[in-house]
């Protein structure tokens, strides 16, 4: 890896999303920090109040009106559900929708579950998650006149901007990494969050 140079700034987006990573991070910056005074660090975070002796730097942001509709407990399959809930936020507006699911092997399955209603609407349906090409990951958030309804992994709720959406449908589920201590393996699941 590289050295930092000697008048560095290092950023740290999203800080509010502890991980052990950007808190390791963290603690090494300070370290390094402390040895150097020309190390600058810049923490941005959408709740974070303060941190110790930093000077603290606010920008204001637009607030927008948001409409919250639930939908009823289904026993149907995830696909069907993502469906009516598409087919309904096609109907009720002019813009992109936004549709979270848990992961690849969902997204793919309401993606073929919703290719009537978005086909009426005149729509077009693209999946948006990490193993996709980054050409491919540019068709979902690239500004667009045409409409879209872009199946996603949570990927697209703090790391990615889509500008146009108008209606966000959220699962409910995500795909969750859990470690089990009793076998010491670590396993990909799906959970409510």
């Known amino acids: ?4 140079l000697e008048n560095s700034v290092v950023v740290l987006d999203e800080f509010h999303e502890r991980h052990l990573e950007t808190d390791l991070a963290f603690a090494l910056l300070r370290d390094r920090q402390a040895r150097s005074k020309n190390l600058r660090l810049l923490i941005m975070s959408a709740t974070l109040a303060e941190c110790s002796d930093a000077p603290l730097i606010r920008a204001a942001g637009r607030l927008f009106p948001v409409h919250i509709e639930y939908r009823p407990h289904s026993a149907a399959p995830l696909e069907e559900q993502a469906a009516a809930a598409v087919a309904h936020a096609l109907t ?3 813009k992109h929708v936004l549709v979270f699911l848990p992961g690849a092997a969902e997204i793919r399955n309401a993606i073929r579950a919703c290719q009537v209603a978005a086909r009426r609407a005149g729509a077009q349906l693209l999946p948006l998650y990490g193993d996709l090409s980054p050409d491919q990951q540019d068709l979902a958030v690239a500004p667009s006149s045409s409409r879209k309804v872009i199946c996603s992994t949570n990927v697209a709720e703090s790391s990615v901007t889509i500008d146009g959406v108008e209606a966000v449908i959220d ?4 795909r969750v990494l859990s ?15």
């Open 1 to 4: 890896g590289g050295s930092l």
């Open 92 to 94: 009720q507006t002019k």
């Open 171 to 174: 699962s409910g589920f995500a």
């Open 179 to 193: 470690y089990s201590p009793w076998n010491g393996l670590s396993r990909l699941q799906v959970e409510k969050i």
